[in-house]
């Protein structure tokens, strides 16, 4: 059973656009999520993350809104630059003592030149 | 400088044979975290551990073990029950609220 879906496998966009990657999860004790980029071969490393107490954050070009209601989370990546090219993961987690983060699969960005 | 330190970077195993991927932190992180990524697919934890000599079970534990001696040091032993070894794994520790930071990988193959 996925409890955090990346239903888009891929996503190409012009350079200067708009990005927008999209999220959903099925676990509604989920209270914290984050979002991860990874190059090929690499490890990920942490873009930014949301509080379920809030609905959106920022971060220069990278902003996320969260939709408790609807269980969905985006991240917008304004404006998208070629070095944005990754694979980009949801991640989200069970708040307090809780360790553990449960992973989407992944959309592999693409930004044209 | 600070970081996680995976290796090797590739890693290859015969059947039947254990291997053992390292991975170290000088970052100071009491939790550390293993994580499997197949083709496609998400990363899927192993093990994890919150402070030394202590670990617990992920969601894929079965034919793996690991090791907590050290805050530093968080090794994991692929067995030879481990049926399905070929894939990229990636180490984690973590800073605060859940923000982990990973290591730069470990991919095994079979022979």
């Known amino acids: 059973d996925q409890q955090v879906k990346q239903n888009s496998p891929s996503l190409s966009v012009q350079e200067g656009r708009i990005s927008i990657l999209n999220c959903d999860y099925t676990?509604?004790?989920?209270?914290?999520f984050l979002w991860y980029k990874k190059y090929p071969a690499e490890g990920p490393t942490f873009l930014i993350s949301?509080?379920?107490?809030?609905d959106k954050n920022e971060d220069g070009r990278f902003t996320v809104f969260l939709n408790k209601s609807a269980k969905h989370l985006s991240l917008h990546i304004v404006p998208s630059q070629p070095g944005d090219s990754a694979v980009y993961f949801c991640?989200?987690?069970?708040?307090?003592?809780?360790?553990?983060?449960?992973f989407g699969k992944g959309t592999l960005l693409t930004v044209n030149p | 400088d600070g970081g996680i330190t995976q290796s090797p970077k590739y890693l290859f195993r015969k059947e039947g044979q254990n291997v053992t991927l390292s991975c170290e932190q000088n970052?100071?992180?009491?939790?550390m975290y293993w994580y499997r990524q197949d083709p496609g697919q998400g990363l899927r934890l192993i093990y994890y551990?919150?402070?030394?000599?202590?670990?617990q079970k992920g969601d894929i534990a079965e034919g793996y073990s690991v090791s907590r001696e050290k805050k530093e040091s968080f090794p994991l032993t692929v067995t030879s029950a481990q049926k399905n070894p070929t894939a990229f794994y990636l180490c984690?520790?973590?800073?605060?609220?859940?923000?982990?930071?990973f290591g730069a990988g470990t991919r095994l193959s079979v022979l």
């Open positions: 984690a520790s973590e800073a605060a609220k859940n923000i982990q930071y």
């Open positions: 991640a989200a987690s069970v708040g307090g003592s809780n360790y553990k983060l449960t």
């Open positions: 970052l100071n992180h009491d939790a």
């Open positions: 949301i509080s379920s107490i809030k």
């Open positions: 551990s919150q402070i030394v000599n202590d670990f």
């Open positions: 676990n509604s004790m989920f209270d914290y």
